[in-house]
C-alpha cells in the first residue's frame, strides 16, 4: 500500500507544521531580542558572538543576556578591531542554512519513524483482531460439539435402557414359547402312551362315552353344563385325563368326535337308551381347555360310540401329527422371535457404537477447540501488551520530535532575528530576502510494501537576496516500510468424522488448524471446519421393480386358459422397506386366452405336449374302499389320454399314504428310530418311475394294493420333486397330485409344495366338499384356477368330463 497519498496523520501534520513558512513567521513574530540571543547558538562562532555582543550590548544588558556570553566570546570582543554587518550577515546566513538542514533533517526521521511506528500498530491491532476472531469461532465449535456431546451423552444411557429392556423381553419371549414347547411335548409323550393302548394287538375296550357335567362360573351366579367325550376304559381315560396344553385337549375332543362320526356313519353306533349309564363320583378339578382331569366319568355320561381300533388308531395318528406340527411351529416361531431379537440387538449395538464414535469425535473436536481458543486468546493478550508498548513509544517519540523541531526553528528563527538587529544598529536599510521554498512534494514509493525509497521535491518560490541561499530541493526517504500483505496457511484438512447416521441423512465433519495467520492485509483464512450430508439414502427404503416382462403362452389350448407377465425385482429392499410378494398383483398380472371350448377328436381329450408328468395317487385310509377304487381308475384314464415319446411326454406314477404309528410317524419326519424304509415305513409307493410306456403304467395301477394309512403328504410332494430330478432338460414338468385333501401335516405340506414350485407346476385335484381348500389353494402353483380342479365326490372322479378339464388344465397342447 502506498501511504504517502494518504492524509497524513495527526503527529505528521505536527512536525510539518513546526517547520512550515507559517510557523517560522509566527515564531519571529514573538521572537524577542533576548530570546534570539539564547537560541541562537553563537557559541559555536566565538567572533561571531563577540561581534553580536559588541554591537547590541547597549541594547540587552540583561542578567540573561550577560549569562549567555561565553568566555570564549568575551575574549573575542575584546581582541576585536573590526567587523562589519555584511561580514555578520554572511555567518549568520550560514547558521540559517545549517538550521534549515536540521530542520529539514529532524522532519524527515520523525515523519519515518512514526510511519514505522503506525505500521507497527496497524499490524498488532490486526493480529489482535484475527486472533479474536480465531477465538470467537473456536469458541462457536466448542458451544457446538458441547451441544452433540450433551446429546449423546443423554441419549447412550437410554438407548443402554432400551437394549436391557429388549433383552429381557427376547428372554421371556424366549422362555414362554419353550414353555408350550415343553408341555406339547409332554402331552406328545402322553398321546403316544394312549396311541400304544388303542393297538389293535391289546384287548381294551374302545367305547367311547358322552359326559356332561355341571359346572358353576364364578362370575356369574348360574352354573353351566359341560359336554365331553372321553374313554370308556378307566385307563385309557387316566392317561387322557394327563394332557395339559389347551391344544392338546382341543385336539383329542375334536378327534374323538370325528370316530363317533365315522362310527356312526359305518352303522357302528349303538342304542343310546339301552345302555345309558349313569356314574356319580365327586368332582375332578379343572384343566385349561374345558377337559376335566378325572380317574372316573364324572357326571351323567352316556355310550356313544364303539369304534374299531384301527379308526381310533388312524384318527389318534393324525391328532399326534398334527400336534407335533404344532411344536413344530412352535419352534419355528422361538428361532424367528430369536432371529429378530439378534437383529434387533445387533441394531441397538450398532447405534450405541456409531453414538460412541460420534461422542469421540465431539470431545476431540472440543479439545480442539479449547486449544485453540487457549493460543488465540494467550496469543491477543501478548500482542495486545506489544501494542500498548508501541503506543508508548510512539507518544514518547512523539513529543521528543516536537521539542526538537521546536528548538530547531527557535534556533532558524533567533539567526534571523539578530541578523536584522545587527543592520539596525549600523542604521542601514538593507533588504534581506531569504530563500522560500514549497512544501516537500512525495513521488511515487519505489515498492508497494517491505521498504521502497520515495522520491521528496520542492521548488523555490522566493529565491535568495542577501539572506540564507536554498536548502536542497531534491530528497530520498525510506517509504513503505510495512510488511508485505501475508496471506494465512491452512494445514492440510483432518480425517472426516464418523456420519452421525447410518442412513436418512446424517451430518459428518473435519477440520484444519491454522499454520500462519495472515498479516498485513493478506488474504484472510478460509473456513477451518466444514460438513457434509452422508449417508442421504433412506433406511428403509422399498424395492425397485423392473418393466412388465412380455405376456407368457397361454397356458392351455382350450376352454379358457391364462397369459402372465411379471415384475422382477431391480433393486432390492433396504432396512424396514418393503417389496410385493411375487405374486401380488403388482408384480403378477393374468389375462385370458383361447377361450374357445375344447372338442376331443375322441371321447375324450389327449395330452401331445412334451411334459415330464408325476401323477401322485392318495392311497390313504380316509378315502375308503370305494374312493380308492376311483382313485386308480382316474389314474389308468390319465395314462391313457397322454401321448408319451422322445418329444412328448413320459409319466412316473407315485402311490402315497402315510406311517401306521407313532415310531413310524416320527421315522418318516424326523430320522428319528433308525434308517427309514420309504415303502414300508412310510407308505411312498413307486408304481413306476418316469416311463414312456403306457401298459407298463397301467398295470401297475390296476395291481396296486391299498395302503389304506395315513395322509403324509409332505413327504409325497418331496418324493416326486426328488424324481423330477431325473426328467429330461428339455421338458416343461408337471406334478399331478390327487387327494382328499386331509393332510396329517398342513405346515409341511405348505412348506413341501413350496420347495416343489420353484422346480415344478403343482397342479391338485381335491376330492370331496371337505377338503381344506384354502390350504389346497395355497399348495398349488398359480393361477389357481387352471390347477385345482375340484370334484365333489369320488363317484364322479373318472368321469369323462373330469378327465377333460384335467388334461386341459394340465397340457398346453391337447388334440
Given amino acids: 500500500?502506498?501511504?504517502?497519498?494518504?492524509?497524513?496523520?495527526?503527529?505528521?501534520?505536527?512536525?510539518?507544521?513546526?517547520?512550515?513558512?507559517?510557523?517560522?513567521?509566527?515564531?519571529?513574530?514573538?521572537?524577542?531580542?533576548?530570546?534570539?540571543?539564547?537560541?541562537?547558538?553563537?557559541?559555536?562562532?566565538?567572533?561571531?558572538?563577540?561581534?553580536?555582543?559588541?554591537?547590541?550590548?547597549?541594547?540587552?544588558?540583561?542578567?540573561?543576556?550577560?549569562?549567555?556570553?561565553?568566555?570564549?566570546?568575551?575574549?573575542?570582543?575584546?581582541?576585536?578591531?573590526?567587523?562589519?554587518?555584511?561580514?555578520?550577515?554572511?555567518?549568520?546566513?550560514?547558521?540559517?542554512?545549517e538550521a534549515q538542514g536540521k530542520l529539514d533533517l529532524e522532519a524527515t526521521k520523525c515523519t519515518d519513524a512514526h510511519e514505522k511506528q503506525r505500521v507497527m500498530t496497524e499490524n498488532a491491532r490486526q493480529d489482535i483482531g484475527d486472533y479474536n476472531a480465531q477465538a470467537a469461532a473456536a469458541r462457536a465449535r466448542i458451544l457446538g460439539t458441547q451441544t452433540g456431546i450433551t446429546s449423546l451423552q443423554d441419549k447412550l444411557p437410554h438407548l443402554s435402557e432400551s437394549l436391557a429392556l429388549h433383552k429381557a423381553k427376547c428372554r421371556d419371549d424366549t422362555s414362554n414359547?419353550?414353555?408350550?414347547?415343553?408341555?406339547?411335548?409332554?402331552?406328545?409323550?402322553?398321546?403316544?402312551?394312549?396311541?400304544?393302548?388303542?393297538?389293535?394287538?391289546?384287548?381294551?375296550?374302545?367305547?367311547?362315552?358322552?359326559?356332561?357335567?355341571?359346572?358353576?362360573?364364578?362370575?356369574?351366579?348360574?352354573?353351566?353344563?359341560?359336554?365331553?367325550?372321553?374313554?370308556?376304559?378307566?385307563?385309557?381315560?387316566?392317561?387322557?385325563?394327563?394332557?395339559?396344553?389347551?391344544?392338546?385337549?382341543?385336539?383329542?375332543?375334536?378327534?374323538?368326535?370325528?370316530?363317533?362320526?365315522?362310527?356312526?356313519?359305518?352303522?357302528?353306533?349303538?342304542?343310546?337308551?339301552?345302555?345309558?349309564?349313569?356314574?356319580?363320583?365327586?368332582?375332578?378339578?379343572?384343566?385349561?381347555?374345558?377337559?376335566?382331569?378325572?380317574?372316573?366319568?364324572?357326571?351323567?355320561?352316556?355310550?356313544?360310540?364303539?369304534?374299531?381300533?384301527?379308526?381310533?388308531?388312524?384318527?389318534f395318528l393324525v391328532m399326534q401329527a398334527n400336534i407335533a406340527d404344532k411344536a413344530d411351529s412352535l419352534r419355528e416361531g422361538m428361532s424367528k422371535v430369536q432371529s429378530m431379537c439378534k437383529a434387533?440387538?445387533?441394531?441397538?449395538?450398532?447405534?450405541?457404537?456409531?453414538?460412541?464414535?460420534?461422542?469421540?469425535?465431539?470431545?476431540?473436536?472440543?479439545?480442539?477447540?479449547?486449544?485453540?481458543?487457549?493460543?488465540?486468546?494467550?496469543?491477543?493478550?501478548?500482542?495486545?501488551?506489544?501494542?500498548?508498548?508501541?503506543?508508548?513509544?510512539?507518544?514518547?517519540?512523539?513529543?521528543?520530535?516536537?521539542?526538537?523541531?521546536?528548538?530547531?526553528?527557535?534556533?532558524?528563527?533567533?539567526?534571523?532575528?539578530?541578523?536584522?538587529?545587527?543592520?539596525?544598529?549600523?542604521?542601514?536599510?538593507?533588504?534581506?530576502?531569504?530563500?522560500?521554498?514549497?512544501?516537500?512534494?512525495?513521488?511515487?514509493?519505489?515498492?508497494?510494501?517491505?521498504?521502497?525509497?520515495?522520491?521528496?521535491?520542492?521548488?523555490?518560490?522566493?529565491?535568495?537576496?542577501?539572506?540564507?541561499?536554498?536548502?536542497?530541493?531534491?530528497?530520498?526517504?525510506?517509504?513503505?516500510?510495512?510488511?508485505?500483505?501475508?496471506?494465512?496457511?491452512?494445514?492440510?484438512?483432518?480425517?472426516?468424522?464418523?456420519c452421525s447416521a447410518q442412513c436418512g441423512g446424517g451430518i459428518k465433519e473435519r477440520v484444519r488448524t491454522v499454520r500462519r495467520q495472515p498479516s498485513g492485509g493478506g488474504r484472510p483464512c478460509e473456513a477451518t471446519s466444514e460438513s457434509a450430508v452422508c449417508n442421504s439414502a433412506a433406511c428403509d427404503r422399498d424395492c425397485d421393480l423392473s418393466q412388465w416382462t412380455r405376456w407368457s403362452l397361454c397356458s392351455k389350448a382350450c376352454d379358457g386358459g391364462f397369459q402372465l407377465r411379471r415384475r422382477n425385482v431391480a433393486t432390492d429392499a433396504k432396512g424396514q422397506g418393503t417389496c410385493a410378494n411375487p405374486d401380488s398383483e403388482v408384480r403378477l398380472q393374468y389375462r385370458r386366452c383361447n377361450q374357445q371350448a375344447c372338442k376331443p377328436k375322441g371321447d375324450t381329450l389327449k395330452c401331445t405336449s412334451k411334459l415330464d408328468i408325476v401323477i401322485v395317487l392318495d392311497g390313504s385310509g380316509s378315502i375308503g374302499e370305494k374312493g380308492w377304487a376311483k382313485v386308480k381308475a382316474l389314474g389308468?384314464?390319465?395314462?391313457?389320454?397322454?401321448?408319451?415319446?422322445?418329444?412328448?411326454?413320459?409319466?412316473?406314477?407315485?402311490?402315497?399314504?402315510?406311517?401306521?404309528?407313532?415310531?413310524?410317524?416320527?421315522?418318516?419326519?424326523?430320522?428319528?428310530?433308525?434308517?427309514?424304509?420309504?415303502?414300508?415305513?412310510?407308505?411312498?409307493?413307486?408304481?413306476?418311475?418316469?416311463?414312456?410306456?403306457?401298459?407298463?403304467?397301467?398295470?401297475?395301477?390296476?395291481?396296486?394294493?391299498?395302503?389304506?394309512?395315513?395322509?403324509?403328504?409332505?413327504?409325497?410332494?418331496?418324493?416326486?420333486?426328488a424324481e423330477l430330478r431325473t426328467g429330461r432338460p428339455d421338458a416343461n414338468s408337471l406334478v399331478i397330485a390327487v387327494t382328499d385333501g386331509k393332510t396329517m401335516d398342513p405346515r409341511r405340506t405348505f412348506q413341501a409344495a413350496q420347495s416343489l414350485k420353484s422346480k415344478a407346476r403343482l397342479m391338485l385335484v381335491p376330492v370331496t366338499s371337505s377338503a381344506a381348500l384354502d390350504d389346497i389353494k395355497s399348495w398349488a402353483s398359480k393361477p389357481v384356477a387352471d390347477n385345482v380342479v375340484l370334484v365333489r365326490d369320488f363317484s364322479q372322479l373318472d368321469s369323462k368330463a373330469n378327465i377333460n378339464r384335467i388334461i386341459a388344465d394340465a397340457c398346453p397342447e391337447v388334440e
Avoid at 476431540?364 to 501494542?387: C, D, F, H, M, P
Avoid at 412316473?652 to 421315522?667: C, E, Q
Fill in 344 to 498: 434387533t440387538e445387533s441394531t441397538f449395538q450398532a447405534q450405541m457404537e456409531q453414538m460412541q464414535a460420534r461422542l469421540q469425535d465431539q470431545q476431540a473436536a472440543l479439545a480442539e477447540a479449547t486449544k485453540i481458543v487457549i493460543e488465540a486468546e494467550e496469543q491477543s493478550r501478548l500482542t495486545g501488551q506489544s501494542l500498548q508498548h508501541l503506543q508508548n513509544e510512539a507518544q514518547r517519540m512523539a513529543e521528543q520530535c516536537q521539542q526538537n523541531l521546536r528548538a530547531i526553528s527557535e534556533e532558524l528563527c533567533s539567526v534571523k532575528q539578530i541578523r536584522g538587529e545587527l543592520y539596525k544598529m549600523e542604521k542601514k536599510r538593507t533588504f534581506i530576502q531569504d530563500c522560500e521554498v514549497s512544501p516537500w512534494m512525495p513521488e511515487e514509493c519505489s515498492a508497494p510494501c517491505g521498504g521502497g525509497t520515495q522520491k521528496m521535491v520542492r521548488s523555490v518560490v522566493v529565491p535568495a537576496s542577501l539572506g540564507a541561499a536554498c536548502p536542497p530541493l531534491v530528497m530520498q526517504r525510506r517509504c513503505n516500510e510495512q510488511p508485505c500483505p501475508r496471506d494465512c496457511a491452512l494445514e492440510s484438512w483432518g480425517g472426516w468424522s464418523s
Fill in 1 to 97: 500500500v502506498n501511504r504517502s497519498a494518504e492524509a497524513p496523520e495527526p503527529y505528521v501534520e505536527r512536525f510539518l507544521e513546526l517547520g512550515s513558512h507559517g510557523y517560522l513567521a509566527r515564531l519571529m513574530e514573538n521572537m524577542t531580542l533576548s530570546k534570539a540571543l539564547r537560541y541562537a547558538g553563537l557559541e559555536r562562532h566565538p567572533n561571531l558572538e563577540g561581534y553580536v555582543h559588541s554591537q547590541l550590548a547597549g541594547q540587552v544588558l540583561t542578567p540573561t543576556f550577560l549569562q549567555v556570553r561565553s568566555g570564549a566570546a568575551m575574549k573575542a570582543a575584546a581582541q576585536l578591531t573590526a567587523m562589519s554587518a555584511d561580514t555578520a550577515r554572511a555567518l549568520l546566513n550560514k547558521m540559517a542554512e
Fill in 177 to 315: 414359547i419353550q414353555s408350550q414347547i415343553d408341555l406339547v411335548e409332554k402331552d406328545l409323550k402322553t398321546l403316544a402312551a394312549v396311541s400304544k393302548m388303542n393297538s389293535c394287538n391289546i384287548n381294551l375296550q374302545t367305547t367311547l362315552l358322552e359326559c356332561k357335567k355341571r359346572h358353576r362360573v364364578s362370575h356369574r351366579r348360574h352354573s353351566e353344563v359341560l359336554s365331553f367325550l372321553t374313554f370308556g376304559h378307566h385307563v385309557m381315560r387316566r392317561s387322557a385325563g394327563r394332557l395339559k396344553s389347551k391344544e392338546a385337549q382341543e385336539a383329542l375332543q375334536q378327534t374323538l368326535a370325528e370316530v363317533v362320526a365315522v362310527s356312526e356313519q359305518a352303522g357302528q353306533k349303538a342304542d343310546a337308551a339301552a345302555h345309558t349309564q349313569t356314574h356319580r363320583h365327586r368332582r375332578g378339578r379343572r384343566v385349561r381347555g374345558g377337559l376335566p382331569a378325572y380317574t372316573k366319568p364324572p357326571g351323567v355320561c352316556v355310550l356313544r360310540s364303539n369304534p374299531t381300533c384301527d379308526t381310533l388308531l388312524d384318527k
Fill in 636 to 721: 389308468e384314464k390319465l395314462i391313457k389320454t397322454i401321448e408319451f415319446g422322445a418329444e412328448k411326454a413320459q409319466v412316473a406314477v407315485l402311490l402315497y399314504s402315510g406311517p401306521s404309528s407313532w415310531p413310524t410317524y416320527r421315522k418318516c419326519t424326523q430320522g428319528v428310530g433308525g434308517s427309514v424304509d420309504l415303502e414300508k415305513d412310510c407308505n411312498l409307493i413307486w408304481v413306476s418311475h418316469f416311463a414312456s410306456a403306457a401298459d407298463k403304467l397301467t398295470s401297475g395301477i390296476s395291481g396296486a394294493a391299498w395302503p389304506k394309512a395315513s395322509t403324509l403328504t409332505s413327504a409325497a410332494l418331496a418324493t416326486a420333486e
